[in-house]
């Protein structure tokens, strides 16, 4: 069990002044951001290297994400390979709309996969800047949170041994599925939940992109996306009951739905492939409040989950582990405390703003295909307003893209 309960009794270990625990976006950033202050971390992951690599899942970065990565050196990858993009369609009714929201907003959506940012940031971590990082590792418990020497234990996976490392803090950066936010009980932190009872069949194309931008086929029969991800590789969504048996997807009523969905007036054809991956998300989201306890600090999935349905997830992951990163920073090597007394309520900000962006997003995505008229009809009058009008059009380009940290922030 992971519980915050002394710790038990044993050899002395060596201590480290961070314990990350993930190496997802989150973790390897702050990671990166503490190796560059030369302050010494271990990051400890259950999977290992190769499997981190290749596991598929964000695509679209915003602007002042990708400047974050630059700043810390992070994005010479990232700057050479990602695509640029500037618009995005949405298709209803039979018809073909181009959004063009750099336009509007002088800003730019980056495709860059998530499995190559990760190898990107475990070869800088790792490689260059000399992290150390352990793979592999099983049962994650962590003792004394609310000291000022917490410890995490964790069992060697090549020995079975136990170890221990004493630390100063330990970053929460394990995702969704993690074990640092179980210790968040309600006595400590405030859960809030939303289910939008909506299921995403999650499909991974080995085939080029069909458009030379997003898509968002907005159909009576579901919401269906197509999202470049490489020239070989693109990612296709179509809206599903929760719960739904990817096996109930065979590839052709798979291709006839998305043909289907994305049907509309002079759209070029999809250009099919192998589906190389077809799972069933459902849509739920969630925050933590605060994202902090004691020594424990969560970051990204771990703190918040934002649903694919507005492509936030890894955006947020980088903007807490900007702020965190530094904030351990100023802490460890100076002494100032401030950044991590406001670590939370800096991250929150716009937690809850994408949170807002993705629930009205999901309602434009999904009012259509409700069976309910009157969202349906409402569902059309936004998405009217957003081509009627440049100041919904603006306001909508906003929020899509992200909005641009305040200069102070980092
Ligand atoms: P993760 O990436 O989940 O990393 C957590 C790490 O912790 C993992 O490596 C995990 O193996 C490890 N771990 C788990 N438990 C333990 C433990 N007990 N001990 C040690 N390690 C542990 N976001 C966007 O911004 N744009 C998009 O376009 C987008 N598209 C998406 C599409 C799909 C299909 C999905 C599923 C998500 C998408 N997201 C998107 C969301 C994005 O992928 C996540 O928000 C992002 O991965 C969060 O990063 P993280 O570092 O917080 O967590």
């Excluded at 290749?54 to 050196?73: D, H, K, N, S, T």
């Excluded at 020497?149 to 221990?164: A, I, K, M, N, S």
């Excluded at 269906?224 to 599903?240: D, F, I, K, N, Q």
């Excluded at 890894?314 to 991590?340: C, E, I, P, Q």
Aim: contains cysteine; glycine residues 10%.
């Amino acid at each position: 069990m992971t519980d915050a309960s002394p710790l038990p009794s044993g050899a002395l270990p060596l201590h480290k002044p961070v314990v990350v625990i993930g190496a997802g976006p989150a973790g390897l950033t702050v990671g990166n951001i503490l190796r560059a202050a030369s302050v010494d971390c271990v990051v400890l992951e259950t999977e290992s290297r190769a499997f981190i690599e290749q596991r598929p899942r964000a695509g679209v970065l915003e602007e002042w994400a990708v400047r974050g990565l630059e700043r810390r050196g992070l994005a010479v990858n990232l700057l050479a390979r990602a695509q640029r993009h500037s618009e995005c369609e949405f298709r209803f009714g039979g018809e073909r709309y181009r959004f063009g929201y750099t336009g509007l907003t002088d800003r730019h959506h980056w495709v860059y996969p998530q499995p190559l940012l990760v190898t990107d940031l475990v070869r800088e971590y790792a490689d260059v800047r000399g992290g150390d990082i352990r793979f592999g590792v099983r049962d994650v418990r962590l003792h004394d949170l609310d000291g000022d020497r917490p410890t995490v234990e964790y069992t060697d996976p090549d020995t079975g041994e136990h170890r221990l490392i004493p630390c100063d803090f330990v970053v929460g950066a394990d995702g969704a599925r993690g074990v640092t936010r179980t210790l968040l009980t309600p006595d400590r932190a405030h859960i809030s939940r939303h289910d939008y009872a909506i299921g995403w069949l999650a499909l991974l194309a080995e085939a080029p992109p069909s458009n030379d931008c997003v898509v968002f086929g907005i159909h009576p029969d579901g919401f269906a996306g197509h999202m470049a991800r490489s020239p070989e590789v693109t990612r296709y969504y179509l809206e599903c009951p929760p719960g739904d048996d990817p096996a109930d997807w065979p590839d052709d009523r798979v291709w006839s739905e998305l043909r289907k969905r994305l049907g509309a007036n002079g759209a070029p054809p999809l250009t099919e492939g192998p589906l190389i991956e077809k799972r069933v998300l459902d849509m739920h989201n969630y925050v933590v409040e605060p994202m902090r306890f004691g020594r424990l600090l969560l970051a990204g999935d771990a703190a918040h989950l934002t649903a694919p349905i507005a492509a936030k997830g890894m955006n947020l992951a980088l903007h807490d582990a900007f702020l965190l990163g530094d904030a351990l920073v100023s802490r460890l090597t100076r002494g100032d405390g401030t950044g991590l007394a406001g670590y939370s309520a800096a991250c929150l900000g716009r937690v809850w703003d994408y949170q807002e962006f993705s629930q009205w997003l999901s309602d434009v995505y999904h009012g259509t295909s409700s069976g309910d008229p009157y969202l349906a009809g409402t569902t059309q009058a936004r998405l009217r307003r957003i081509f009627a009008s440049p100041a919904a059009g603006l306001a909508f380009a906003e929020q899509y893209l992200g909005k641009d940290p305040d200069p102070q922030e980092y």
